[in-house]
């Protein structure tokens, strides 16, 4: 079976700081891989999503970026932290074959900068 | 563009209560419809789906119908449990669009 798992669970780092998430999904291949933010009491904002390795879509600009150089594994980095970018930090995976395909998630990453 | 709007939460209710959670969209193409379910301090995981007009989406005891002539997904389940307390999730994805969009979630807390 399929499983995808994010590390840290949990993350505090000063302003300006770097950050590095990952991401790995098993059991599948050629996946296609997602990067969300949830802002505290409201809904999944949508960051990166990729379809194959180096091959990265940017949905909101910030400082912020996503690099995917394995088939399954997803990275989310930044070089200088900001306040505003605190939140609960999603990967999900999905399969190829089309719109019906559901997103599976998983356990998230809170950040929190001081 | 794609949007999904869901009822304000908090929800409350009693345990054994008759549960509604209304979520009504717009696309452009012909979308796929889902509900997730988020526990508290864990990820989403996917509750119920359908593909097309007329289909139910039901899982656990949860039950969505896909309404196109009202553009609405609309939860419901017979009788709550305190464990069904979550933050849940209406998304669709539409046709040529590789991402979900979410709604913003509507909370459900279930008293004994």
């Known amino acids: 079976s399929q499983t995808i798992h994010q590390w840290p669970a949990t993350l505090v780092q000063p302003v300006g700081s770097p950050l590095s998430l990952e991401c790995t999904v098993e059991?599948?291949?050629?996946?296609?891989l997602y990067w969300y933010r949830q802002a505290a009491g409201r809904g999944l904002q949508l960051l990166f999503y990729?379809?194959?390795?180096?091959?990265i879509s940017s949905e909101v600009p910030q400082n912020l970026s996503a690099s995917r150089p394995q088939d399954r594994q997803f990275i989310l980095s930044s070089k200088k932290l900001l306040l505003s970018d605190s939140g609960f930090y999603l990967c999900a995976w999905s399969g190829r074959q089309g719109r019906n395909q559901p997103q599976h998630f998983g356990d998230g990453t809170r950040l929190s900068i001081l | 563009g794609d949007s999904v709007t869901q009822m304000e939460g908090p929800v409350t209710l009693s345990e054994e209560a008759f549960l509604t959670i209304n979520c009504t969209y717009t696309a452009t193409g012909y979308p796929s419809l889902f509900w997730y379910v988020q526990y508290p301090g864990e990820g989403l995981q996917l509750l119920l789906k359908?593909?097309?007009?007329?289909d139910k989406g039901s899982n656990k005891g949860f039950e969505a119908t896909y309404r196109k002539e009202t553009t609405s997904f609309h939860l419901e389940k017979g009788s709550v449990q305190v464990s069904d307390s979550a933050v849940y999730f209406c998304a669709l994805a539409d046709t040529g669009r590789r991402a979900l969009t979410f709604g913003s979630g509507t909370r459900l807390q279930v008293q004994p």
């Open positions: 990729s379809v194959g390795i180096g091959q």
């Open positions: 059991g599948t291949s050629n996946p296609n």
């Open positions: 359908a593909t097309k007009a007329d």
